[in-house]
């Protein structure tokens, strides 16, 4: 009984290895964030839909269906950034300037951090981010306003006919002020010295 423990973990560790995840998910392996290739389209747009289902039990399954080829076209041209662990997308960010158009997280590794760094890189690239989240993803929203968004409207989706609040985060001025001098110190190192 004493390495009743260590049974369990060779079990879950040969469960993971049998659906292709190389380990548990989010524990093992290495991880990166990485822009999006056209090559990652399939696998992506399989997480959105899955992700979308999931979330908004409240929208029918089917808007979700309609809506993937117009996502996927759009998908190509907006700044998208892949979370992968030994190299298998787990999740991604997608932003179209300084809007999130979405975070999508494999439900096998939801909980585990992936989403709120897919945030912060975001948050490191831009000096404020909006976003729109449905009133009853109660998740997503306690998830954004945890990280520093606040609701600054509310309206009803015409498309669903849901509730949804548009929220936004603001990096605040001593966070603006060490960005900037992040900013001067790395030019002045790139300046060539004469």
């Not at 989403?115 to 975001?122: E, P, R, S, V």
């Not at 060490?178 to 190192?189: A, H, M, N, P, V």
Request: net charge positive; charged share 30%; glycine share 6%.
């Amino acid at each position: 009984m004493k390495n009743s423990w260590m049974i369990k973990l060779k079990k879950t560790l040969i469960y993971y290895r049998k659906k292709k995840l190389g380990g548990l998910p989010g524990f093992f392996g290495v991880k990166m964030i990485r822009k999006f290739k056209k090559t990652d389209s399939d696998e992506i747009m399989q997480i959105w839909l899955d992700c979308n289902i999931n979330a908004h039990d409240f929208v029918a399954k089917e808007y979700w269906q309609k809506n993937y080829p117009f996502v996927r076209d759009a998908i190509q041209y907006a700044e998208v950034y892949i979370y992968e662990i030994d190299q298998k997308i787990v999740a991604f960010i997608g932003l179209q300037n300084d809007y999130i158009a979405g975070i999508f997280v494999k439900k096998d590794f939801q909980g585990q951090g992936i989403g709120q760094q897919l945030l912060n890189y975001a948050k490191d690239r831009h000096t404020e981010l909006t976003l729109s989240v449905y009133e009853k993803n109660k998740n997503a929203v306690n998830f954004y306003v945890k990280h520093g968004f606040s609701i600054e409207k509310s309206s009803v989706d015409t498309d669903t006919g849901e509730v949804d609040y548009l929220m936004k985060w603001k990096r605040k001025n001593a966070d603006r002020q060490i960005f900037s001098q992040y900013e001067c110190w790395l030019t002045k190192r790139s300046t060539p010295i004469n």
